[in-house]
């Protein structure tokens, strides 16, 4: 019985010797995006909507967010379909990108790798008056972020969704 419990302790103990020494996931110095969610809160009685986009992040050097004054980081470009007809969403031919500013997400620490998660809340997703939508058209969006060495990550391009 001894040796049994000897040989378990010495298989455990070279189990935690490799998985402690195993390296970190080298991830790309260029963000990355993927899609989580997109939640529509709609208040028909009080004419209110409210949209909460959420997407997953990676970035290999940890240069998200802004230091200092706030800046335009995060993009959110939306497109809708009414009739099959995918069409670019805008104001009166103003600009069709909303920005957000995301503060600095830089980790202490000599590890600068980010991985994690942004949620945005988008009040209104469809302000009154801009466009000629309809009920039941489709919206879809284009989402990207841009570090503080001004790379770009990748643009992610969301499932579409109905207008309630």
């Keep these: 019985m001894g040796r049994l419990f000897i040989s378990f302790l010495t298989l455990l103990s070279i189990s935690l010797l490799f998985t402690s020494c195993a390296k970190k996931e080298n991830l790309p110095a260029t963000p990355v995006l993927t899609f ?3 939640n529509q809160y709609l208040n028909l009685t009080a004419g209110q909507d ?3 986009m959420v997407v997953n992040f990676t970035d290999g050097n940890g ?12 993009f959110i470009k ?7 007809h995918i ?3 805008n104001n009166s031919g103003g600009d069709s990108v909303f920005s957000y500013q995301i503060p600095n997400l830089t980790p202490a620490g000599s590890n600068k790798q980010l991985t994690g998660i942004i949620k945005i ?14 009920q039941g058209d489709t919206i879809l969006f284009d989402v990207w972020l841009v570090d503080r060495s001004g790379i770009k990550s990748n ?3 969301t499932p579409q969704y109905i207008i309630p």
Excluded: A
Aim: aromatic share 16%.
């Design 121 to 134: 809340n988008m009040n209104p997703y469809v302000p009154t008056g801009i466009v000629n939508y309809v």
């Design 50 to 52: 409210s949209d909460i």
């Design 63 to 74: 240069d998200v967010g802004y230091i200092g004054e706030p800046q335009n980081n995060f």
């Design 155 to 157: 643009i992610l391009t």
């Design 87 to 89: 069409k670019l969403f």
């Design 78 to 84: 939306m497109l809708w379909d009414s009739c099959h």
């Design 36 to 38: 989580n969610s997109f």
